[in-house]
């Protein structure tokens, strides 16, 4: 276990080494968040609601769906797919080390510093803007809040490491990401609650992985599910979470057997 | 040089780029996918809100459309003519950029159009039609509104250009590119949206200051009727202020570069 925490901490040490680029990163993340932010503050202007969100609400969504993004979808395991098709795999296989647990370790350390960057940029936006924001105080809405991101940080860790397995097949990883990354920015729910879209699409995406990584823990937080409702979708998560980790599986076996460590 | 073998230049340059994009077909099919998914998403993401707010800051629908279209052509046409420029920081580690240097073409020429990327002629195209399908559904357009239109289009071209000489000289300076170009990228994207739903002062930084607005958000204002020849003049100003002032500062940035990397 000591090895895997030294792992995390030699990541968040590797940010601090390239701290222009990450800070610069987080300037951009920022950018990007008062796009959407000023954008929703302007629809939701005067008391104008959109099927039951108002200016608190969908503000809270938004800022909320920042620090989500921090816990669930900063990741290094984007990777992976390199290392195969470079060969550094090899390295890996021939230590004492679970070539899994490893790239789980460093999105731990990556993850922890982009949540402290978060909260700071969160703070600031909330000190200096002074948006309407809802706080939930429920604790048992917060701990389910918890536990959803939780496992959202699961569905999303064994996503990113099945496309990177794509690279024990073909030397094309960024190509299949690049769409991954499109879809998820707009399924996830970083721009807009899912539930505002039209009935029939929202009813398709409950069945699908991305609904699970910032809406619905966010939806949860603000309290706006029923318990039917938190529990079917921590149980469509739970089922993500299995059948996700038994298909990397799968594949990770498959993949080893074709893999012929060209590169190096 | 003449303008011809400059076009002549850029067209073989293009067609080797283009040909190495293409040598994985199955890479650019999904690069091009991609995009187009992405175009379309955010055109369904503006239809949505519109549906159910009827109106963003005052414009309609159609309004919000040609705010997004202009700014994916101003954002595609960059994309597609300077795409040389986020290979640039590449070219100075690896010495390549010394090589630059060396050849009978001018440099500054051959770095930021040195290859086209024909992944975005499709939604190139995309963008083109909509904004066309636009202008048939805004009432108060005129045929001179939509000379204006295009060039403020080819004022805003100005401005990218200039942020991109700008990038290459940063580059020169430090090595650092790809930190500076993404940063552009994201404060670009903030004209998606008319630049009215920002707060001031954030507004007028980045309608003139960082002339985003100039850059993505008049052009289509023009088309709707809603600038001012005071504005549309101070637009101009401001791009070939940018371009002199880039291009001084890629000469000082030219002066300094010590060759580090050869």
Redesign the interface.
Known sequence: MRKYFLIAKNTWDETLTYRVSFIMWRVRNTIQLLTIYFLWLVVLSGNKTILGYDQPAMLTYILGTSLLDAIVLSSRSYAVGEEINSGNLMNFLLRPINYFKYWLAKDVGDKAMNVVFSLIEISLIFIILKPPLFFQTNLFYIFLFIFSAFLAFFIYFFINFLLGLVGFWSPEIWAPRFIFITILGFFSGSLFPLDILPKAIFSILKFLPFTYLLYFPLKIYLGQLAFSEVLQGLIISSLWVFGMYYLVKIVWKKGLKTYAAYGK | MNLSKYLKLWWKMTTMVSQNAFA?R???I??I??KL??FS??MF?LL??TS??QA??GYTIWEVILFYITFNLVDSLAQFFLREVYRFRSYVIRGDFDYFLTKPMPVLFRLLFGGSDALDIPILLLSIIFIFISFTHLSSITFLSILIYFALLINGLIIALSFHIFVLSIGILTS?V??TL??YR??T??G??PV????NP?RSIITFVIPVGIMVTFPAKAAIGLLSPNLILISIFVSITLLYLNLKFWNFSLKRYSSASS
Do not use: K, P
């Open positions: 994985s199955f890479g650019a999904l690069f996918i991609g998914i992405r998403f955010f993401f949505v809100i159910r707010t963003i800051v650092e790809d930190n993404w940063l994201d404060l994207q903030m998606r949206f009215d739903i920002y707060q954030l």
